[in-house]
């Protein structure tokens, strides 16, 4: 069966040990936020945002904010344009060896582990990790994006036009990518949610919208597009 969540707003309530939403495969989960009940959350293991540990989900156009752990914990499904922020552990963490999933045109920002954390032996050669936003992650030792083992770095289809910034490190185990960058988005007010890039310097360094020749790309990383940047604004529209 094909399930659909969307339009749903999920408090969690500063519980301890519990999860948002725990999905198992063919789910489209759109246009959803939850919230983990306090804008300073204490850490509490295995309280996910959002928890998709099977295959063939789709996570489009959400706002995971305040989790207890990781915000989105993805098995071999995709997410793309949203937004993970101010979670007491990941920002995402994606699993898995033998199926793929992709982080794509997100923006994570201040959590307290790392931005993406990518588990398993070569688990990078089975995911996508391209044109995100990731900031912030400033607690010792944290990075930006943290591969579990440098076998890893074996991943380079799937990767690149992410942009990095102000994280305590911004790679572990793997390189960057010739597309990545290391701009300081001008978020226009984060403290409230607004994520917006103002920095006119990222128009571009997005993955593009399309490969057409004689075109010219405008596209942000990240979740939010700016006015002219790209197509997408799904989550703050």
Request: some cysteine; aromatic content about 10%.
């Amino acid at each position: 069966a094909y399930n659909v969540l969307r339009n749903c707003t999920i408090n969690l309530n500063n519980y301890t040990a519990i999860t948002g939403t725990n999905l198992n495969s063919n789910n489209h989960v759109y246009r959803c936020e939850i919230y983990g009940g306090t804008t300073s959350p204490s850490f509490s293991s295995g309280c996910y945002g959002i928890s998709m540990g099977s295959y063939a989900n789709v996570l489009e156009g959400l706002r995971i904010r305040y989790i207890r752990d990781t915000g989105v914990y993805l098995g071999q499904s995709y997410l793309r344009n949203s937004l993970v922020y101010g979670c007491a552990g990941n920002g995402i963490t994606i699993t898995g060896t033998n199926l793929f999933a992709s982080a794509t045109s997100c923006t994570v920002n201040g959590n307290g582990g790392h931005g993406i954390q990518v588990n398993s032996t070569n688990g990078a050669f089975y995911c996508a990790v391209k044109s995100n936003i990731i900031t912030n992650h400033t607690v010792s030792g944290k990075k930006g994006i943290y591969v579990d083992t440098a076998s890893s770095d074996i991943r380079k289809a799937g990767w690149g036009w992410n942009n990095l910034y102000g994280n305590d490190g911004d790679y572990n185990n793997v390189t960057a990518d010739s597309t990545d960058n290391a701009i300081n988005p001008l978020y226009t007010d984060s403290a409230n949610g607004n994520f917006t890039p103002t920095q006119t310097s990222l128009a571009g360094k997005g993955f593009p919208d399309a490969y057409v020749s004689g075109t010219t790309n405008y596209s942000y990383p990240g979740a939010i597009q700016p006015q002219g940047g790209g197509p997408f604004k799904l989550v703050g529209d």
